[in-house]
């Protein structure tokens, strides 16, 4: 049994399947800017491997013409700079259910709106590495167009070699979480973290790394994390036609409805927070943008979709340097946001769509984008906005 040796999890996260473990975050945790470990959303497609000694575990690193290159995560630690982002990780199946809900069956994990998570994430780059492996980082040979990772367990992935190897781009080999050792379930103890892309591409127990003028051949490259147009069957699908999918597309949710009465409002601790006279409805949520695309707005309506408010997008990333500034696409991490509607507006469901900075907007509707696999579910996402 290869599961024997899988960790505890902790039990307030909503487990979808044991072996292989697959748990998402539960809303009461999607509230907090950086997620606790504990409550971080696990995606296992095998068991977690087990490694006794993090220091003395080695990462091969091939180049283009075969050549490899050793290091143990204690020389990445030693001979390499060290680098912290904020980032979120956000599995392509992540709000599956809803569109399963709203319009056909899909195949997969009928995750909620908690797969998804943000951590503070530390190790060295992979540009770093791969230079001192002996690749051309500033010029790589025109015939490279990708770097695979492959995992312990079997489980493997890859992404462009421009992501790889960019200045700005961030992909990490992570060795820390949120301060601390990673985690087993996260990638003990070394992971790729490629931010902006589909958290499919951050390979965790990471054995290998390899230059390459192909994709991965994992079924995770070539099958699985592609969308098909609304009429494609899985049956007749020709996976080679369709592109993997890297960076993920605009998303948010909505993760927490308080009413509030207005003559409660003394002994609320919303109180202190809004100058609510009348009763209102507090919404909170998230908003994130893949490719290192800002949030720039998000909007909320109280009557599914005739008439929008804004929401207040929250700063609790900006003193942990998770936006980046204005002029880059460095913004790797969620906004979480609130907004206030007052009771009087309120009629049939509650919904948001995010915008980011190319002025990409989520669809209305689940129709359009359905796709068998229920890959990058991201339409509005409408809640019942009847008090209970
Ligand atoms: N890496 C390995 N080695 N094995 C896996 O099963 N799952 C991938 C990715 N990396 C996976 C992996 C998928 S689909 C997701 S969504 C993320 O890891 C989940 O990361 P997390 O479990 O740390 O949240
Ligand atoms: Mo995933």
């Known amino acids: 049994d290869p599961f024997r040796n899988d960790p505890q999890r902790d039990p307030a996260l909503i487990q979808h399947s044991t072996r292989p473990c697959n748990s998402e975050t539960p809303e009461s945790a999607l509230g907090s800017y950086i997620t606790p470990i504990d409550k971080f959303y696990v995606r296992n497609h095998l068991w977690v491997p087990e490694v006794r000694d993090g220091d003395s575990h080695r990462l091969t690193i091939e180049l283009f013409d075969g050549e490899e290159k050793d290091y143990t995560v204690a020389d990445l630690r030693k001979k390499f700079h060290e680098h912290s982002i904020t980032a979120t990780l956000q599995c392509s199946g992540n709000r599956r259910s809803h569109m399963t809900q709203a319009s056909r069956p899909t195949n997969g994990l009928q995750w909620g709106t908690g797969a998804i998570s943000t951590a503070i994430w530390t190790g060295v780059r992979l540009r770093d590495v791969l230079a001192d492996a002996g690749l051309d980082v500033q010029d790589p040979d025109e015939e490279i167009k990708h770097v695979k990772f492959i995992g312990a367990e079997a489980y493997g992935a890859s992404i462009p070699i421009d992501k790889a190897v960019d200045r700005h781009g961030d992909v990490l080999l992570v060795y820390s979480m949120n301060g601390q050792p990673l985690p087993r379930d996260h990638g003990f103890p070394l992971r790729a973290l490629v931010p902006g892309h589909v958290a499919a591409r951050s390979v965790k127990w990471l054995n290998k790394i390899v230059v390459s003028d192909e994709e991965s051949s994992s079924q995770w490259q070539r ?166």
């Open 223 to 388: 099958r699985d994390y592609k969308c098909f147009g609304p009429n494609v069957r899985a049956a007749q699908t020709d996976w080679d036609t369709a592109p993997a999918i890297q960076e993920t597309p605009v998303q948010s949710a909505i993760t927490a409805v308080r009413h509030v009465k207005a003559d409660k409002l003394q002994d609320s601790a919303l109180a202190r927070v809004y100058s609510l006279d009348e009763d209102s409805v507090v919404l909170e949520g998230y908003a994130f943008a893949g490719g290192g695309r800002h949030i720039v707005r998000v909007d909320v309506s109280p009557d599914n979709g005739l008439t929008w408010l804004q929401a207040q997008l929250q700063e609790d990333g900006a003193n942990l340097g998770a936006y980046g500034s204005p002029e880059d696409r460095r913004a790797w991490a969620w906004r979480q946001w609130r907004a206030v509607v007052p009771a009087t507006q309120i009629s049939r469901k509650f919904c948001v769509k995010a915008t980011d900075d190319s002025y990409n907007v989520q669809p209305d509707t689940f129709e359009p984008t359905y796709n068998f696999r229920g890959n990058l579910a991201n339409a509005w996402h409408r809640v019942c906005s009847v008090s209970d």
